[in-house]
């Protein structure tokens, strides 16, 4: 019962982390420097997919279907996937940023893109170990 206590809060973390990754980065988007990109699709694509995921495998647990036993192991694929295609469209922003455009609005502006890219990484890193634990108690 607590391993799958755990891992039902372990879940929960994981939807939180996920969602602040996710909103930041549309924020991000939004912002005066970087409205220019954008919203990726494969971004948002992917970080609902793994939300979603997530949120199915908290609901559903360990149930006999064997089809849910991709969920924990595609939701945190998924969330890489964001993050690195994250990291690619902003890093040549935040070198421009961090070495000449360097002033309060475009720092104001980066601050959103590194919290979308931490909050994702730290999302795909909870969501792997997440795999290791159930989520329900098996009756």
């Known amino acids: 019962m607590k391993r799958a206590l755990f891992g039902s809060i372990m879940t929960v973390i994981t939807i939180v982390a996920a969602v602040v990754g996710l909103i930041n980065y549309i924020t991000n988007s939004n912002t005066t420097y970087f409205a220019g990109l954008g919203k990726d699709p494969v971004v948002?694509?992917?970080?609902?997919?793994?939300?979603?995921?997530?949120?199915?495998?908290?609901?559903?647990?360990n149930p006999k279907a064997a089809w849910t036993d991709i969920l924990p192991v595609a939701a945190p694929a998924l969330l890489i996937v964001a993050a690195l295609t994250l990291v690619n469209s902003r890093i040549n922003g935040v070198a421009a940023i961090m070495t000449f455009e360097n002033n309060a609005q475009n720092m104001a502006d980066l601050q959103s893109a590194i919290v979308a890219i931490a909050a994702l990484v730290v999302a795909a890193v909870l969501a792997a170990l997440n795999a290791f634990f159930d989520v329900k108690k098996e009756a």
Not at 54 to 61: D, N, P
């Open 44 to 61: 948002i694509g992917c970080a609902v997919l793994a939300i979603a995921a997530l949120a199915l495998w908290l609901v559903l647990g």
